[in-house]
């Protein structure tokens, strides 16, 4: 049974600092890159970071560049995301996902709610 579930969600002021984590189980995690992506009501869903399998890339929205940092570790079929410096523009819902290209196949959490606000 595929499970994948984020935590450490939570109402910070700006300025703060939270760290996200999304542990997964019932898949080969370190053959899937893995995201966290984040939305608020009314817009689409947003690409916030990704990491591939073995952590060789990394890719940042332009938004969060040199204030988040994902990082991965495969012997506990984990993702983080650490958010630094936080802004009121980072609300949202924070949902990771695990994606293996090759197969096409993806699984998403459930998320976990950030709030930012003084």
């Known amino acids: 049974q595929v499970q994948v579930v984020e935590s450490g969600g939570g109402l910070v002021q700006p300025g703060g600092s939270l760290r996200l984590s999304c542990a997964a189980s019932?898949?080969?995690?370190?053959?899937?890159?893995m995201s966290w992506y984040r939305q608020v009501p009314g817009k689409e869903r947003e690409l916030v970071a990704v990491?591939?399998?073995?952590?060789?890339?990394?890719t940042y929205a332009d938004s969060v560049k040199g204030r988040f940092t994902i990082a991965r570790d495969n012997m506990k079929s984990t993702v983080y995301l650490q958010m630094n410096s936080l802004k009121p523009e980072d609300t949202g819902v924070y949902y990771c996902k695990a994606r293996n290209g090759a197969r096409r196949l993806e699984y998403w959490g459930q998320g976990t709610q950030v709030i930012v606000s003084s």
């Open positions: 019932g898949f080969t995690f370190s053959t899937y890159a």
């Open positions: 990491i591939s399998s073995f952590g060789a890339t990394i």
